[in-house]
């Protein structure tokens, strides 16, 4: 209930705020109710944490990252069981393009580029279908509500409402609770540790286009070390619904290597253009 009760206050004020604005220059309407104390006094908190955040993050040095390429090891589950596990090797490069290349030879690749994604092996390269293939569209659902992208891209769009949902617990661990939604009305909560001011998990969720289903996804962040004055996380395990599907352990991070473009070009790109 407490929930709704500060969407509802911020949603007024917002409402309030956008009919002002569409009735600018005509004195004869009243001026419409500015948010309340208390939805403003909320989001100033909800505020300061995110803020308290990003600095623990690496302040600017972390909204400024050109790129990344990380290898570690990745597995995934089922029934929080172990069913597969491989090494993995990724580049990254904002805001939204991803080369995924997997296996000891690193002789299978994804390729993502905005919205669209492809397949390369020894056989060439294919487009992917997120229609047809439900991993691929709950990959590409976990880049639109990446940290990276709720952090640097929507707390700066307008119409942005932020909620202090108080104190709570992620994996046994203290944290607050803060939830963004942005004007499409889509809405990402962080749990961030109070000491450490780092976030312990991340969660969206989305509707199942078949079934209907609405699933809740779970990121949580852990092993934090400073690489290139940057806070980053070495162990990420990602939950749908409760049930652990995927965990990455990873070795080594760098930041701003300004990789070839050859590397994310659909129509060049080979497997392992760098050897």
Known sequence: MRILALVCLCLTGLAGQQATAARAGDPG??????????????????RAVLDQMIQALGGQAYLSVE??????RSGSFHNETLVGEGLIYR???WPDIDRIELTK????????????AYEITYRGIKALDPEKNDKLRASLLRRHYSLEVVLRKWLNEPGILLLDEGPTLSE?????????????????????????????????????????????????????RVEQGINTPHVILTKRNGETIS?????????NNHPSAGLFDPSAAKINPVK
Do not use: C
């Open 172 to 224: 046994n661990r203290m944290a607050e609770k803060i939830t963004i939604i942005n004007a499409k009305n889509e809405s990402v909560t962080i749990l961030v540790a109070p000491d450490t001011h780092l976030p312990l998990e991340k969660r969206f969720s989305s509707r199942d286009p078949r079934y209907r289903d609405r699933d809740e996804e779970a990121t949580i962040y852990g092993n934090w």
């Open 247 to 255: 965990q990455q352990i990873l070795l080594r991070v760098t930041y």
């Open 105 to 116: 030879q690193r002789d299978i690749v994804e390729l993502y580029i905005g919205d669209d």
């Open 29 to 46: 309407q009243t001026p419409a109710a500015k948010p309340t104390a208390e939805a403003q006094t909320n989001q100033q908190k909800a």
């Open 91 to 93: 580049y990254w490069k």
């Open 67 to 72: 790129d990344y390429f990380a290898e570690g």
